[in-house]
C-alpha cells in the first residue's frame, strides 16, 4: 500500500509555471507506475503524464506535450509535474496516482491509490 500527499498547486498567470510533487510513503515506490491526473468542475478525470516504473518511459496526453514533463526520484519516493506555458484550461484540481503494472495507463479506474489532489488555478 502506498500514500500519496501532492503539493505545489497555486494560482498563476497565463504563461507562467508550477512544479506540482506527489510525495509517497512506503518502501515500494519504486514498484509502482506513476500518473498524474487533473480534473475541472463539470468534468471527468482526465490523465496528464504517466511514468514508468523505473522512469525510463513517460507518455504525455496531447494536451500537455511539449509543455509539461513527467519525472521521478526513486530515492525520495517523489514523482514530479513540471508545467511549463500554463492556459487557463489547465486549470483543475491535480491527482498524482499509482498502480502496479503497465497496463490501462490512461484509465483512472486502474489506479489504485490516489492522492487528495492539488488546486492549479490560471488567469488570464
Known amino acids: 500500500q502506498v500514500q500519496l500527499v501532492e503539493s505545489g498547486g497555486g494560482l498563476v498567470q497565463a504563461g507562467g509555471s508550477l512544479r506540482l510533487s506527489c510525495a509517497a510513503s512506503?518502501?515500494?515506490?519504486?514498484?509502482?507506475?506513476m500518473g498524474w491526473f487533473r480534473q475541472a468542475p463539470g468534468k471527468e478525470r482526465e490523465p496528464v503524464a504517466v511514468i514508468s516504473e523505473g522512469g525510463s518511459n513517460a507518455y504525455y496526453a496531447d494536451s500537455a506535450k511539449g509543455r509539461f514533463t513527467i519525472s521521478r526520484d526513486n530515492a525520495k519516493n517523489t514523482v514530479y509535474l513540471q508545467m511549463n506555458g500554463l492556459k487557463p484550461e489547465d486549470t483543475a484540481v491535480y491527482y498524482c496516482?499509482?498502480?502496479?503494472?503497465?497496463?490501462?495507463?490512461?484509465?483512472?479506474?486502474?489506479?489504485?491509490?490516489w492522492g487528495q489532489g492539488t488546486q492549479v488555478t490560471v488567469s488570464s
Open positions: 496516482a499509482a498502480k502496479v503494472g503497465s497496463g490501462g495507463t490512461w484509465s483512472p479506474a486502474r489506479y489504485a491509490y
Open positions: 512506503g518502501r515500494t515506490f519504486s514498484s509502482y507506475y
